[in-house]
């Protein structure tokens, strides 16, 4: 190792220290936390006990024994997958994961990704070339920016959630035959916890002849009657849905789902799903019997927002200035980065991990407690959390 360093060359040394010390004095500097054990509503973090208000497990589900089980049976027969799916890599366990998904959501088919980065690079680098428009929500997750922006596609960004101005966009495009315009956004936004315009989304790019891309990561297994996600809470249509397997169903892991020409071509087009190596047939397991419990077992979706609404109830008593969010991400705007680092450290050291959340995550001047709330919390863990927010982000 002290070889390898002395190697560095003096030019990368001098500014990887001034860049490492512009992000320290930015109060932007981010450090792991290492959990010991499960990753369920009270963790173990660098040796303390809390309760955790800062994971996307919506259902409870990551430390469910069950998905547990489903894993083990699958590891019987070894770990990973040893290649890419068009290779070797493609198990039983995969198919069937595919196949209980597109079941659920009603659609043709389903292919799987390793993670929703990879799911939304490959659709967009897939589909769209330079002669293509990609238009885009401003708040999008980074992975649809990034693989709008790498595809080479003209990028129109457009200003959060307004349907009006993606309407004035697409106004101003020329149809053509051969060239593609796709409409991206989030389903639910990961930062803000609000919900896109879908049904005006797809009414416009129907009327103009575009395609719509929804990214339904945080909608899947929460939103919707029966949990299908964003789409189905507000009866609109996606040509093309991404959604992601680690958050309310409990793995890892993520999806595209839509027709047979959509998914035959990104199983020969899309980069990040032919060169990389299939995920182990383990976690695809595990993350099918999450689908199925959170499709047989609604009170799961139940307790969630029950949840939620005694949360946002109570800290509406107690004048605590949540965001316009409906959904399990509650997100608190503290506007300064390191006001935001010292309200999360000092519910920290009460035994609640809530995440300060800083640029460039979010713009500058809105970072923020994301506090998420899931299916295991208990109400006493709820109004205990209240609590002590209502002191810390006022004493700070």
Same mark, same amino acid.
């Given at each position: 190792? @002290? ?6 060359? =003096? ?53 469910? =024994?069950? $998905? ?37 959501? &009603?659609?043709?088919? #389903? ?31 980074? +992975? ?8 080479? @596609? ?18 101003? $495009? ?23 315009? $879908?049904?005006? *989304? ?17 909608? !899947? ?28 169903? &409990? ?15 990104? #199983?020969?087009?899309?980069?990040? !799903?032919? !060169?990389?190596?299939?995920? /182990? ?9 999450? #689908? ?25 008593? *107690?004048?605590? %200035? ?5 959904? /399990?991400?509650? %997100? *608190? ?10 309200? +999360?450290?000092?519910? !920290? ?9 800083? %640029? ?29 927010? @209502? ?6």
């Amino acid at each position: 190792m @002290a070889d390898d360093a002395r190697m560095t060359p =003096p030019a990368l040394q001098a500014h990887l220290a001034a860049e490492l010390q512009r992000i320290r004095d930015a109060d932007l500097y981010r450090v792991r936390r290492v959990i010991d054990g499960g990753h369920g509503a009270q963790i173990r973090v660098n040796g303390q006990t809390c309760i955790n208000f800062c994971s996307n497990d919506y259902l409870g589900l990551a430390s469910d =024994p069950r $998905l547990a089980e489903a894993a083990r049976a699958a590891l019987a027969h070894g770990t990973g997958s040893g290649a890419s799916a068009l290779i070797s890599g493609y198990n039983r366990e995969h198919q069937r994961l595919e196949e209980t998904l597109a079941d659920f959501l &009603g659609v043709p088919r #389903v292919l799987l990704f390793s993670t929703g980065w990879a799911a939304n690079l490959g659709v967009l680098r897939g589909l769209l070339g330079r002669d293509d428009t990609i238009v885009a929500d401003e708040l999008n997750h980074a +992975s649809l920016i990034d693989g709008g922006r790498l595809s080479g @596609a003209r990028y129109e960004r457009v200003p959060h959630r307004d349907a009006a101005a993606f309407g004035d966009v697409l106004s101003r $495009l020329t149809p053509h035959a051969s060239r593609l315009t796709l409409v991206v956004t989030d389903s639910v936004f990961s930062m803000d916890g609000d919900v896109a315009p $879908l049904p005006e *989304l797809a009414a416009l790019s129907a009327r103009r002849g575009a395609a719509l891309m929804v990214d339904d990561a945080h909608g !899947f297994g929460v939103l919707g009657p029966t949990g299908r996600g964003a789409l189905e809470a507000c009866a609109a249509h996606a040509d093309i849905r991404t959604g992601t397997l680690g958050k309310a169903a &409990g793995a890892a892991g993520a999806f595209v789902a839509g027709d047979e020409d959509l998914i035959e071509y990104l #199983v020969q087009r899309a980069r990040s !799903f032919v !060169f990389s190596t299939a995920q /182990p047939p383990a976690v695809a397991a595990a993350a099918r019997r999450g #689908v199925e419990i959170l499709r047989d077992e609604p009170e799961h979706r139940q307790q969630l927002f029950d949840n939620i609404r005694r949360f946002r109830d109570g800290a509406a008593a *107690l004048d605590i %200035p949540l965001g316009d969010s409906q959904t /399990p991400i509650q %997100p *608190l705007v503290l506007g300064d980065a390191a006001r935001a680092l010292a309200v +999360s450290q000092r519910l !920290f050291e009460q035994g609640y991990w809530v995440a300060a959340i800083r %640029p460039p995550t979010v713009p500058r001047g809105t970072s923020r407690l994301r506090i998420t709330l899931t299916t295991a919390h208990r109400p006493e863990q709820i109004d205990a959390l209240l609590e002590a927010l @209502a002191h810390a982000w006022r004493t700070d």
